[in-house]
Structure formats: C-alpha cells, structure tokens
C-alpha cells in the first residue's frame, strides 16, 4: 500500500510547489507544520482524517476517493477510472457538487447558531465537512447522539454517531427532520416533525423507543435549529 506521502503526491502532484502547503494549511485549518508533516514524514504520519481528505480531494482531484487518500482503503477511485472531470471527453461525468466546508458544533451551540455564525472563527470547531447539499449561509453539522432516532428495518435511520446536515435558513414542514432547541434542556434535540389533529409533535422513529418517549409535544419556548437536509457518516476511524 502507498504511504501517505505517496498518496498525497498523487493527489497534489508537485507537492513541493510554492504556496501549496499553505493553500492546505487554509482549507484545512490546520498548522504549516502539520501539512509539512502529511507531506514530508511518513515515520510520524501514516494517516490524516477523512474529513481533511474529502476537502483535498474536492479541491485537487474529485475523482479520488478520499478514503483512499486519508488511509489507503480501497477503492481508490470516488468515479469510474478514467472519468475526467470537466474535459472535451464522451465519458465526462460530474461527481456530485460539493458545497461548503460546514463547521461540526455542539447540541449547545446549535440553539443560537444563526446569532453567532457570523462571529465563529474556523479554529473554534476542530472538525470540518463538505456536503452535497447547500446548507445555506448559516448552515452547519451536528452529530447524533443515542439511539431515538435509529431503524435499521425503516426507510430512514440515524445511528448513533452519524453526521447531519443542518440547515437552519429553512422554514420546516411535518414530515422533515429537524433540529429544536429545548427550553427546558438548554440543548438541541433531533427528531421528526409530525402533527397529530392539529397538534405539533417531535417524533423518535426509532420503534422500540418507549412509548412515552416517543412523541414529545413542542412545548412554548422551543426554537426551530434547523432542516436537516442530508446525513453522512462522517469520519470513520
């Protein structure tokens, strides 16, 4: 298997070009340092987050799969071999448009979101992601905790660990998943919108939730966080 160092070659090309580990320092927000190391040491680094690969390979070459850049799983290849992207050929194919970076924050944070987006600065989330959908200007991620919202047999499951994709500019519709703050808890909850006669709920779609925690009724003071558009599985160890 390729080290790191030659992944990142073929990735970045010359990776000795001016600017260039600067330009990944930006996108990544990480060190000089640390790029150097990605780079250069292939005794101190072996492997980077697929997250900082998913924003290298959307940058440099869309084509490769970011998996294979951060670890060296395979496939190595995001689309077909031999898919160009952007060229005069028959087998142009456009992978998916990648939009953001989105900041991952906290269940706190979300609440006021919308407020404090304009003042976050990048080294306040340690963890970044691209998102085939646009999550609008305040958009950002937040990650899934316990088991209320998995089903493994439903159309739809949210397993513990997994990575939403929030938009909190929507306005939301029964049906959609969405992110309320909790007035009561001083932190976001993630369930699915319902009503019932009339009655606004937050559904748990997972179906051995106990009964009297299944559907909570919005209470006054809830704040609508957010549309939950997409989910992802993030990073994977």
């Given at each position: 298997m390729p080290t790191l160092q030659e992944r990142m070659a073929e990735v970045l090309g010359d990776t000795s070009a001016r600017g260039l580990q600067a330009e990944i320092a930006r996108l990544c927000h990480k060190s000089r340092p640390?790029?150097?190391?990605?780079?250069?040491?292939?005794?101190k680094v072996t492997t980077i987050s697929r997250s900082d690969a998913e924003l290298i390979c959307a940058r440099w070459r869309p084509e490769i799969s970011p998996a294979w850049l951060a670890e060296g799983a395979m496939p190595k290849m995001a689309l077909p071999e031999g898919t160009r992207l952007g060229g005069p050929y028959e087998n142009v194919s456009d992978g998916p448009k990648q939009n953001g970076p989105y900041p991952l924050i906290s269940d706190v944070v979300a609440g006021s979101w919308a407020e404090l987006c304009d003042n976050f600065h990048p080294g306040e989330s340690d963890e970044k992601f691209m998102s085939t959908k646009n999550?609008?200007?305040?958009?950002y991620m937040l990650r899934v905790y316990g088991r209320s919202m998995e089903n493994p047999g439903g159309r739809y499951s949210f397993p513990e660990g997994m990575i939403l994709h929030v938009n909190p500019d929507m306005d939301?519709?029964?049906?959609?998943f969405v992110i309320v703050r909790r007035e009561s808890t001083k932190e976001a909850t993630f369930k699915k919108y319902v009503i019932f006669e009339g009655v606004p709920f937050l559904e748990a779609i997972n179906p051995d939730w106990p009964r009297?925690?299944?559907?909570?009724?919005?209470?006054?003071?809830?704040?609508?966080?957010?549309?939950?558009?997409?989910?992802?599985?993030?990073?994977?160890?």
């Open positions: 640390t790029v150097s190391a990605w780079i250069n040491n292939p005794d999550l609008g200007r305040h958009g939301p519709v029964p049906g959609q009297e925690l299944k559907y909570l009724a919005l209470q006054p003071g809830d704040v609508w966080c957010g549309v939950v558009v997409d989910a992802s599985i993030g990073s994977l160890p």
